[in-house]
């Protein structure tokens, strides 16, 4: 089945449209094949898993193509699959993913024994190379803060969240599944320490370890320290004798030096595989920056960045404020407050200033203002006026001359 | 260009007061470079807090006093100094027989270094990426900034912009010294703002390996100053816009000067610890509440140990008394005449915040590498020299401090930082330095113990006749 392609219209009618075709298509598809085991997650992507994917709201279109699920993202697209799992025995997720955002992240949450909370996960950096990969991840080593393992039980849905605006993500492949064998197993343990972290000033309170065969790999080596320790230090009072404590080339005298070397080789171990995602860090925001429009992203803040700069050489010099539309859910309001002082950023609902208003829309599903001089907050016209700059399709600066009213401020 | 001059004018009037203080010359070379800006930029913060709570605005006029006294006590300086021979530099021979660098000894100093200069230049990276990313930095420490720099001074009481608009009572200290870097280069920038935590990072590992290298040998030095800047949750704060990093920064450079005063008995350092104290404590309520406390508890316990007469230790300690109250009183008055108050909070009792934090410590997070294990390790291997005073003068203030940090999430409402995994992490983070240094100068001593004697530093009777006084000396 082929869901429609995006086309360039008000998003509320855009959505509407999708609902209905994926309701029909639904109802359609599940009469049809309702023997079909849609419960299990594994391998290819089909036209009849699709219809029971949930879209959110960040999803402009979704569609099927040459076994491949294409989705175009309105601002971080998510999608949630509904399992019947028994999370004990299958816990490797594969995904194989290309996507067109120069700094990727995705974020996976669950469902497990009918709790009705999400459970936050890490976030994966994905490559930015815009091509295809394919990424394992052992949801066992995720653990809640008391450390207790999360991915357990009977799980009842998944959602992948693709962090950016305005991408096309493509999906051929997602599974969760048992690992085929010990070597599956092995490898899938090792995957999850080849995988990188992200490491963003989002990291300010903690740096996470990487986690191998679902244990903490700095757990590991602060055990294995603690261990070559306890073993020199046996070694030692076995070796010990009279002379060897005069002697200073004894074992018992060099025991500093040796245990030095342990703690050097210990630290060094964790230490290169922190280089290793400082690395893919670095890599991934220099290659953001040499992405299309020269328009640098940062993970979830996107071009915000990009975006405040063309809000600051716009607005007239001696604007005293304005009122900011921003993506439902996002915490910008506080970078624009201060990206923008002394300009002072409203909420879109605050009391009306006596001098002219100017809306800075940015990325905010709902608002927008097509050519006729009239701002639209879904199908409602907050404003008339005219738009004075725009950054991309659904982030621009609209300057209000009227109110709806059709008072004048 | 304008930005590089923004720093060097700073360091060259904190050098002018390090100087002024320290006539001997007993600090040369790196060590007084990162004393230098320590101390200078800590000191126009001070001076711009004054002048701007008495209502004069930042413009070239009010600011260039600053400057021109720093540039007459440089003056000073040079002309005093001038044709005086610098004392011999003291440094730890590991041994006469070990002078030879072997080949592996090369490639280990090689490797430390490349590893460092990748964290340096991570970080760099990082300083000139990101802009202002999150939440404190964004509400609170680079917004008072960036309003002190709008208003070009610190506003009356009453208004928005009043000590920078936000949070009144954290201390404008960094955001002082970030809106002179605006000021100065005519603009506003991020990342020339987070380029004052990137110095001080680079200022902090010159000034570990430098001061470091009086005990142990150059490897060790390197050794530990590559841990030191290596450590995950540090790299990520010195290119952030929070403080923890600063205030670990002014931790250690306080404490170092007191440990200094400790071994030499010389009252320079007590001066400059009183200097390096009370800018501490005007980076963050926490220099204030906890080591401020830490530094004078641990002074009055090196004065209890000091073999010197009564008379002498009332007068040290009026010195650093009267010192810390100068420099400090300022931004104390502040809060007194403005009720500004240090954001208090419960005393409850939380063992369980304890678990939560070995947790953090051994278990579930990479922020400090194996550091606390290793920690423990060494101090458990190499206990035969934990009584050396040496160690002590740099041991004492770490385990305060790191004390101090306990009490608050064990002892209090905070204790729901560590379970959230918060600000737990960054609190303990100011004593990382302190602590690293310490257990460098341990391995140093225990390493050398069996080669033979060093250079008179570890000797006891030198130092009490160090303390006794010069003239015994």
């Known amino acids: 089945m082929r869901l429609p392609p995006n086309l360039n219209i008000p998003l509320r009618s855009i959505l509407l449209k999708h609902a209905i075709t994926l309701m029909a298509a639904f109802v359609f598809l599940a009469a049809l094949s309702a023997g079909a085991n849609a419960t299990q997650l594994s391998g290819e992507i089909n036209p009849q898993r699709l219809t029971l994917w949930k879209y959110s709201k960040g999803v402009s279109s979704a569609r099927f193509q040459d076994g491949r699920l294409i989705m175009k993202g309105l601002w971080d697209p998510e999608i949630s699959v509904p399992l019947s799992l028994d999370a004990d025995t299958n816990y490797i997720l594969s995904l194989t993913v290309k996507t067109t955002n120069a700094s990727p992240l995705l974020r996976i949450r669950w469902k497990t024994d009918g709790r009705t909370r999400f459970f936050r996960t890490m976030e994966v950096p994905l490559s930015p190379d815009t091509q295809w990969h394919t990424y394992k991840f052992d949801l066992r080593s995720i653990q809640d803060l008391s450390g207790k393992r999360l991915w357990s039980g009977h799980a009842s849905k998944i959602t992948l969240t693709f962090f950016g605006f305005s991408d096309t993500i493509e999906i051929s492949e997602l599974s969760i599944a048992a690992p085929g064998g010990f070597t599956d197993a ?6 999850s320490f080849l995988t990188p972290s992200a490491i963003t000033p989002l990291s300010i309170n903690h740096t996470p370890t990487p986690y191998i065969f679902q244990l903490p790999f700095v757990f590991l080596l602060n055990c294995l320290l603690v261990l070559c320790v306890l073993i020199i230090s046996i070694c030692c009072f076995i070796r010990r004798s009279p002379e060897g404590r005069r002697n200073k080339f004894s074992f018992s005298a060099r025991r500093p030096a040796i245990v030095l070397a342990v703690i050097i080789i210990v630290w060094l171990a964790f230490d290169l595989r922190h280089i290793y995602d400082q690395a893919y860090s670095v890599r991934t925001i220099k290659s953001a920056f040499t992405a299309k429009a020269e328009r640098g992203k940062f993970y979830n803040l996107n071009d915000f960045y990009g975006f405040s700069d063309f809000v600051k050489q716009t607005l007239p010099k001696g604007t005293k404020s304005f009122k900011f539309h921003q993506p439902p859910g996002s915490p910008l309001s506080l970078q624009m407050k201060y990206r923008l002082y002394p300009t002072r950023s409203l909420s879109p609902d605050s ?7 100017y809306h800075v829309v940015y990325k905010s599903p709902g608002v927008m203002a097509p050519p006729g001089g009239l701002l639209y907050r879904g199908r409602k016209i907050i404003a008339h006026g005219t738009l004075v700059g725009k950054y991309d399709d659904y982030s621009f600066i609209f300057k209000e001359t009227q109110t709806e009213q059709g008072q004048k401020p | 260009m304008l930005t590089i001059l923004a720093f060097i004018l700073p360091t060259l009037v904190g050098y002018a007061v390090v100087r002024t203080i320290d006539r001997e010359r007993q600090l040369r070379g790196l060590e007084i ?16 807090f004054v002048i701007g709570i008495i209502g004069v605005g930042y413009s070239f006029l009010t600011l260039a006093p600053f400057f021109i006294g720093g540039g007459v006590l440089l003056v000073r300086a040079i002309k005093t100094n ?10 730890v021979n590991p041994g006469g027989k070990q002078n030879e660098r072997t080949g592996l000894l090369r490639v280990a100093t090689y490797i430390l270094t490349l590893l460092i200069i990748w964290k340096v230049f991570f970080v760099l990276f990082n300083t000139l990426s990101y802009p202002t990313y999150f939440d404190d930095a964004l509400s609170t420490w680079d917004f008072k ?11 009356s009481k009453g208004t928005a912009g009043f000590l920078g608009g936000s949070m009144l009572h954290y201390p404008p200290g960094t955001a002082l010294f970030k809106a002179w870097l605006g000021l100065f280069t005519g603009m506003w920038s991020d990342r020339v703002a987070h380029l004052y935590p990137f110095t001080l990072y680079v200022a902090m590992l010159a000034l570990f390996f430098s001061s470091l290298r009086r005990h142990v040998s150059g490897l060790l030095s390197l050794l530990f100053c590559y841990m030191l800047a290596s450590v995950p949750l540090l790299t990520l704060h010195a290119s952030s816009g929070y403080v923890d990093f600063i205030v670990g920064f002014y931790l250690l450079c306080s404490c170092l000067m007191l440990a200094r005063w400790f071994q030499t008995g010389s009252d320079v350092f007590l001066y400059l610890t009183a200097i390096l104290a009370a800018i501490l404590a005007f980076t963050k309520n926490e220099g204030m509440v906890l080591f401020i406390p830490v530094i004078v508890v641990t002074f009055l316990i090196f004065l209890r140990f000091a073999r010197i007469s009564k008379e002498d230790k009332t007068k040290k300690a009026a010195i650093l008394g009267i010192c810390l109250v100068l420099f400090t009183a300022p931004w104390l008055a502040v809060k007194i005449i403005y009720g500004l108050g240090f954001g208090g909070i419960g005393l409850e009792f939380h063992p369980e915040a304890l678990s939560a934090m070995l947790r953090m410590f051994f278990f579930d997070e990479g922020s400090f590498n194996v550091l606390w294990a290793a920690a423990i390790m060494l101090l458990i291997v190499n206990r035969k020299h934990l009584t050396n005073k040496i160690f002590l003068s740099y041991f004492t203030p770490a385990v305060l401090s790191l004390l101090a940090i306990t009490a608050v999430f064990v002892f209090t409402s905070g204790s729901q930082w560590v379970e959230l995994k918060t600000t737990a992490g960054r609190t303990f983070l100011t004593a990382v330095p302190l602590l690293l240094f310490s257990l460098g100068t341990l391995t140093g001593l225990a390493l050398n113990h069996g080669e033979g004697k060093t250079h008179g530093v570890t000797d006891l009777t030198i130092i009490l006749k160090k303390i006794k006084g010069k003239k015994e000396y």
């Not at chain 2, 470079?33 to 711009?48: E, K, N, P, V």
């Not at chain 2, 001038?82 to 440094?91: H, L, S």
Request: contains cysteine; proline residues 8%.
């Open chain 1, 351 to 357: 009391p009306v200033p006596k001098k002219a208003i």
């Open chain 2, 82 to 91: 001038k044709g005086e021979k610098d004392p011999p530099t003291r440094r």
């Open chain 1, 186 to 191: 092995v490898s899938s343990g090792w995957q």
């Open chain 2, 145 to 155: 900034a960036k309003v002190i720099y709008t208003l070009a001074g610190l506003g």
């Open chain 2, 33 to 48: 470079t990162a004393i230098s800006f320590a101390t200078g930029s800590g000191c126009l913060a001070l001076y711009m």
